[in-house]
């Protein structure tokens, strides 16, 4: 079993003195108030960027707006209740969790509700959950349990490595039938992630990394739709009729905001001429209404959130809760480098929210309740959490005689 890098273990590896947990707790209530800044900004950005659709498909400019305060009322119990429920109970529930979320999956490729082209939801009216949101934060809290039990065995690929990564493909598997490609990638982020910081052997960590690469690649280019949006990404206006529609329109309202922007409730691109205004390309309306400016603040407050958890992370308890903020920092910072980077053309879109100011209900849940949990460690960086010996004599049944270390040969 490989050590954690020099480099990288001074941002993992748990301290438990007092100016940690201080560091700690400082770091938490910046986190808070960055979020709380872009919950608030959300919902003053759906009032303009929803309100002719909204007025459009339900007669009402304020529909949209309404549903997502409704949503952010519920993302904000969540928030609370991950914020001070006990680590210890979240961490034996890391295998319910999973069932759960597997079980989810499933029940959507069979009686999922339908959109776009995809089966992704569940629920009636608008009161809607997609469950691979869900699904990120179920991963996330499952793995690192089980890499915090298992990440100092003697045969880490037979007891670490192949049981998760099963996990995992059966789980991306599930998602990519309904077909959903971003939400499979931020959940191999996780996987990832997680690998490299209990800092496994590294000839492993890349035989699996560029086994997923290539399956990854292949599978993306495999269908006609899917390779017709990468080459909307590597030439947009020479599709701007078509594939590239959507991405033009973006660039052209990212454009037209210049430094300060056209103002609130200026934005052209709320009018229909940018499909998804409200969801997946905000990032475009933020630039538009507020400029430059305002669309570089946005970035700001990532970076701000990214080294919070991290500097949360440093200073955590154990491993498990280490690896947990890891984990749902990752998840949402690089959510967020994926959906900017496709709205401003530098990456190919993947249909993934921006957190916490799409509009949308389970995402948002998802990441206010994730926060809770970064806040949650933060709040007791001074308490060790137990290992979840349900789940591991779980995996050990259901994993252990297939990937059971072959016995040395004798000699």
């Known amino acids: 079993m490989a050590t954690v890098p020099a480099e990288f273990s001074k941002f993992l590896l748990p301290r438990t003195a007092t100016t940690g947990r201080v560091a700690a707790q400082h770091a938490a209530l910046l986190l808070q108030i960055v979020t709380a800044l872009f919950v608030g900004s959300a919902l003053v950005l759906m009032l303009s960027a929803s309100s002719v659709i909204s007025t459009a498909q339900y007669g009402s400019g304020l529909a949209l707006f309404e549903r997502q305060v409704f949503w952010t009322v519920l993302g904000s119990v969540g928030f609370f209740y991950f914020s001070r429920v006990d680590l210890n109970r979240v961490r034996r529930c890391s295998i319910v969790l999973i069932v759960l979320v597997l079980g989810a999956l499933v029940f959507v490729q069979v009686a999922g509700k339908s959109a776009g082209g995809s089966s ?24 690192a349990d089980f890499i915090a039990c298992r990440e100092r065995s003697r045969h880490v690929l037979a007891s670490l490595v192949l049981p998760l990564g099963s996990v995992f493909a059966f789980m991306a598997i599930l998602v990519l039938a309904q077909p959903d490609l971003g939400s499979t990638i931020m959940l191999a982020l996780i996987f990832f992630v997680l690998l490299f910081g209990a800092g496994i052997d590294g000839r492993i960590f890349l035989w699996v990394f560029s086994s997923t690469v290539f399956f990854s690649t292949v599978y993306a280019l495999a269908a006609p739709y899917r390779r017709q949006r990468l080459l909307s990404f590597l030439s947009p206006f020479h599709h701007e009729s078509t594939s590239g529609y959507q991405l033009v329109q973006s660039l052209l ?36 209404q507020y400029g430059y400016i305002g669309a570089l603040l946005v970035i700001v407050g990532f970076l701000v959130f990214g080294a919070c958890g991290m500097r949360i992370a440093r200073n955590a308890s154990d491993r498990f809760s ?61 308490t060790k959490t137990k290992p979840n010996e349900l789940a591991q004599r779980t995996m050990t049944g259901i994993f252990g005689r297939v990937f059971q270390p072959a016995p040395p040969r004798a000699r």
């Not at 629920?123 to 809290?141: D, H």
């Not at 200026?266 to 933020?286: E, H, K, M, R």
């Open 253 to 288: 309202a990212l454009g037209s905001g210049h430094l300060t922007g056209t103002g609130f409730g200026s934005s052209s691109a709320t009018w229909g001429f940018l499909p998804n205004a409200q969801t997946d390309f905000i990032y475009a309306v933020i630039g538009n």
């Open 120 to 143: 992704r939801w569940i629920g009636v009216s608008f009161i809607r959950f997609q469950p691979t949101e869900f699904a990120k934060l179920g991963f996330a809290i499952f793995a």
């Open 322 to 382: 280490s690896l947990l903020v890891l984990a749902i920092t990752t998840w949402i910072v690089a959510q967020a480098v994926i959906n900017i980077g496709g709205v401003i053309s530098v990456m190919p879109e993947t249909g993934i929210p921006l957190p916490f100011l799409s509009f949308g209900g389970s995402s948002l849940i998802a990441v206010l309740a994730g926060v809770g949990l970064i806040v949650n460690v933060a709040r007791h960086s001074a």
